[in-house]
């Protein structure tokens, strides 16, 4: 066989592999347009794939993922460090040495009479200061063409790397789907990542949180720099001025919906537009000016489908019409499309449902497609991509921004007081649990910068890591940390704001905020907005004066249960809890009184 690179560290390890797993074939993945055509080709005459319709969405492609494995799996995420202090508490752990032998005995024969792939892939711009290359070896070609999209591979990427040992190595075994013998591993200290037994996208596609996220973070602590579950975005005001802001939202809360954000109607005859950066990863790092830049390191987008349509995110939409795959979505018979609950209000009779079986929308009372179905689409797709998308230096960041699902509690937006106390209010986010991970929906749980499932070693090294970091920033530069909450009901269950576009109404008051051009009003847990500061003009119908005075209400008789909560939460950590956040809970104890 015949490798892409002379690299012996690359080379050495594949052969490995290939000795563990048996591989009929073994095909390096060279980015060429024929090679893929040929992989989709194959996909679809073994009912891996189907051709959607080439007219109306041409390039497009139906997958199923197996029915117990249509989410991630945090319950079988492991973070494989030499010590489990290394993990912390909010980590499965298992010793390397443990975790690699029970992986390998999975591992062992599993491609017999399959072909390995191997994709070489580079997370950011290839040749980006910022940028990293991985390697998956995988046996699906499902895999294959989603990283394809999501990443940027092939020749490029080995030439890039040169014979350097900076890569981080990949192995995904489908072996039988079984969900008993499910596992992700990752392994910070070796610059490794082994997952086995699942075909679905966060726990089989390496590139994305398992090494953009997971090794990665760890990667930032000890290299300087972070990576961190947020979105990038651009507003751009009348005067064509952009300011860039991070959002740290917990999985299925709206970060691809932000980031692609159309502005109301009033706003966008003033001429205010927002372009995507990036909708799911960050990777931040001072630059030479001193302010901290950001580079999204994806190519694509691994978007949720449900409840995405031409009112909610017509971008989305739009960057789904062609070269896309769609995974656990309704297939519309009538007319080869795709289907999925909020796309319209139309569902298809004639159609197969998410877990294979016919499916009418119009009777049946089963759902079409999985809540955490997903769409994958190239990020070139997308109308409002940034024009500073491939930007190898990154976006200057002027804001960022935490937020969770909170029926209760967390008002519509609030600002810290300053970079540590940003990093308290990161640090003491709660959010409703939701259908990307395996498990029960709509349970509050504490998910400290949305990165609960995530975070590659113990987070309270990690926010130590955010508090450092905060120390080399000249406060005059440094991004201003707000909270934001799109989610708070009233008692019947009702959202009490309108969100998705509108939600350009908070982020004009974040920047104006950043640029020092409104007041607040201070509250115990920071900054909140005057009423009369949120701008209302177009939805006078829908938000009345009252609900936006409840949702900037801050109730510390709440608060009190809050800090409670907070406190069980930090006492995992003992002694390694940073005393920065111990003393921002005092002072907020204190506020509260
Ligand atoms: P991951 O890809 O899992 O990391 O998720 P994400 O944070 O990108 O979430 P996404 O933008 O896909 O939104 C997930 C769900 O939240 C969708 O069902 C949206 O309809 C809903 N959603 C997004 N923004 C808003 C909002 O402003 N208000 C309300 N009520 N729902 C929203
Ligand atoms: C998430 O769950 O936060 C996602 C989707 O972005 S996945 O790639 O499955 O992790
Ligand atoms: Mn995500």
Redesign the pocket.
Known sequence: MKHLTQNKTVIDWIEEKIELVKPDEVVWIDGSEEQLEALRKEACSTGELEKLNEELLPGCYLHRTAVNDVARVEGRTFICTETKEEAGPTNNWMAPAEAYEMLYDIARDSYKGRTMYVIPYSMGPVGSPFSKVGIELTDSIYVVLNMVIMTRTGKAVMEALGDSNDWVRGLHCKCDIDDEKRYICQFPQDNTIISVNSGYGGNVLLGKKCFALRIASYQGWKENWQAEHMLILGLENPQGEVKYICAA?P????????AMLIPPEGYKAKGYKVWCVG??ISWIRKGPDGRLYAINPENGF???A??TNVK?NPNALAATMKNTIFTNVAHNLDNNTVWWEGLDKNPPENAIEWKGNPWNGKTSEEKGAHPNSRLTAPAVNCPCISPEFENPAGVPISAIVFGGRRAKLAPLVYQSRDWNHGVFVGSIMASETTA?AAGAVGVVRRDPMAMLPFCGYNMADYWQHWVNIGKTLDPEKAPKIFNVN??RKDDDGN?LWP??GD?LRVLEWIIKRCDGKVDADETAIGYVPKAEDINLEGIEDEVSDAQLKEILSVDNSLWDAEVAGIEEFYAKFGDKLPATLKNELETLKANLK
Not at 251 to 258: D, F, H
């Open positions: 939202f999985s299925a809360c709206g970060k691809t919906n932000l909708d799911d691994f978007g949720v449900p409840g909610s990307a799109w989610f959202f969100g998705f939600n």
